[in-house]
């Protein structure tokens, strides 16, 4: 189990330069698999176009009291990036004035910014429709001061999108950390007490699950069939969706591919399950993901690859809904990661 | 230098089977595909009868394909050698119940 981030251990992979290197050489370079760019050709869907804005999605900051084996943020206690108060104020004069109907906070646990409490209550008087904070459930259960963050998300009506990446502990602890399991449990019961996840109600809990290791998410709907079943049995939980979205392989999913010799073979995984139809709905196409510093990325892995928007509008304090709209989406063969399948986004699948 | 028999790269290559006979390839490719979509049994339960019948075959291919499509579909370790335990008691169990055979047969033949 990881304890530093890549970052911290001073790894050639903590470099998003290094990593773009690798997604580009070997079998893509040789042509044994045709670059994502190539393949979108195939179907003419290349260049991949951003429709209308739909999802703003602000990442707080990439501290995090955990160290998960396959964070695409190589997020941990080490991460010292945070978002500023003023920045905030420059993401809320957006989100006031945006057409998106989502707002979606990421991290690190975007509950340890300082700040995240004042900038919830601010951009919840925005009237958006629909405001996600991703939470990982421990830090609810981390520190006295955050156990009443299940009544905190009730009060300003936040969807609360939490990982959970198995219904036992064996395989939950060995990708998020030993405890993890039994924390989330905990968690989980809290946000049910407070009327969260439970059948009917407003107050929305759905869970993403990512797998443990070199393989594709199975089918979403039977997984969640699978999840309600084992926690409703084990441990009386209720929750609304579950979400599975498939590992990119960069950050620490990328050393770990790499590290335990699948890299090739998940690559090949990934481009024998490519999707034109998944294509079509690919998250960048209508989400604008916002980093701690507010550069403004395609999506959170383009974000963590530090590859900008390809628009004149780069930063979220002179944020541009027009010129956003229409810009060529910047791609690289990570990107495969959400075309294979039903395809995947922080939403789950897409097609 | 001696090549192994099996290269796990070959399980890629199984498509290719199509191309020298096309008719009967794609015919028991889409049966292949019929029987393993959910019906009355889930895909989840099917993928672990084919995990505990691939090693009842002993195909190296086949052993890779569905520990894979086993955790994809989120089956524990606990779940799969299980399955290969039902396996392997059905093996064993055709061997030992033609004990009963030789035991008819050793009745007959010295009272």
Same mark, same amino acid.
């Given at each position: 189990m990881a304890t530093k981030s890549l970052k911290k251990l001073g790894s050639d992979l903590a470099q998003s330069n290094k990593q773009l290197e690798i997604l580009s050489n070997g079998i893509f370079q040789n042509g044994e698999l045709p670059t994502f760019k190539a393949k979108i050709s195939e179907t003419s869907q290349f260049p991949l176009k951003a429709k209308k804005l739909e999802i703003l999605q602000i990442n707080v900051g990439y501290m995090c009291n955990q160290v998960c084996d396959h964070c695409h943020v190589d997020a941990g206690p080490d991460r010292?990036?945070?978002?500023?108060?003023?920045?905030?104020?420059?993401?809320?004069?957006?989100?006031?004035?945006?057409?998106a109907h989502t707002l979606d906070l990421t991290g690190g646990a975007p509950e340890m910014n300082p700040d995240f409490r004042w900038f919830v209550e601010e951009a919840a008087k /925005?009237?958006?429709?629909?405001? $996600?904070? !991703?939470?990982?459930?421990?830090?609810?259960?981390?520190?006295?001061?955050?156990?009443?963050?299940?009544?905190?998300?009730?009060?300003?009506?936040?969807?609360?999108?939490?990982?959970?990446?198995?219904?036992?502990?064996?395989?939950?602890?060995?990708q998020r950390g030993d405890g993890v399991f039994d924390k989330s449990i905990k968690a989980l019961q809290e946000l049910n007490a407070v009327g969260y996840g439970m059948p009917g109600s407003d107050l929305r809990l759905d869970l993403v699950y990512n797998?443990?290791?070199?393989?594709?998410?199975?089918?979403?709907?039977?997984?969640?069939?699978?999840?309600?079943?084992?926690?409703?049995e084990d441990f009386g939980i209720e929750f609304h969706n579950?979400? /599975?979205?498939?590992?990119?392989? $960069?950050? !620490?999913?990328?050393d770990f591919l790499i590290a335990s010799e699948n890299y090739e073979d998940y690559m090949y995984s990934l481009v024998e399950a490519y999707n034109p139809a998944a294509v079509e709905n690919v998250m960048c196409t209508n989400t604008i993901s916002i980093s701690w510093d507010g550069y403004l990325f395609d999506c959170d892995f383009n974000q963590m690859l530090e590859l900008p928007v390809n628009s004149k509008s780069k930063h979220i304090s002179d944020f541009n809904e027009e010129l956003l709209e229409g810009r060529n989406i910047v791609i690289s063969q990570h990107c495969y990661g959400c075309t294979a399948g039903a395809g995947s986004s922080c939403q789950g699948v897409v097609a | 230098m001696?090549?192994?028999?099996?290269?796990?790269?070959?399980?890629?290559?199984?498509?290719?089977?199509?191309?020298?006979?096309?008719?009967?390839?794609?015919k028991f490719f889409d049966y292949y595909?019929?029987?393993?979509?959910?019906?009355?049994?889930?895909?989840?339960?099917?993928?672990?009868?084919?995990?505990?019948?691939?090693?009842?075959?002993?195909?190296?291919?086949?052993?890779?394909?569905?520990?894979k499509d086993s955790l994809q579909?989120?089956?524990?370790?606990?779940?799969?050698?299980?399955?290969?335990?039902?396996?392997?008691a059905i093996k064993s169990g055709a061997t030992l119940v033609h004990g009963v055979q030789m035991m008819n047969k050793v009745n007959k033949l010295d009272g």
């Open positions: 010292k990036e945070i978002m500023t108060r003023d920045t905030m104020r420059q993401c809320l004069e957006v989100i006031k004035n945006t057409g /925005a009237g958006i429709k629909d405001f $996600i904070v !991703r939470s990982n459930l421990t830090i609810i259960r981390a520190n006295k001061k955050y156990y009443d963050l299940p009544e905190f998300f009730k009060k300003h009506n936040v969807h609360v999108v939490s990982s959970m990446p198995h219904w036992t502990r064996g395989k939950t602890d060995k797998p443990s290791g070199a393989f594709l998410p199975g089918d979403q709907a039977s997984m969640e069939k699978d999840f309600k079943k084992a926690l409703m579950l979400f /599975a979205i498939t590992n990119l392989p $960069i950050a !620490r999913f990328l | 001696s090549k192994p028999y099996y290269d796990a790269a070959d399980l890629r290559k199984f498509g290719k089977i199509t191309e020298w006979s096309e008719e009967l390839g794609n595909g019929k029987v393993f979509e959910e019906g009355a049994l889930t895909a989840r339960e099917k993928s672990l009868i084919a995990l505990a019948v691939a090693h009842t075959e002993q195909c190296p291919y086949c052993i890779d394909a569905y520990t579909r989120g089956v524990t370790k606990e779940e799969m050698m299980e399955a290969i335990h039902v396996g392997a």
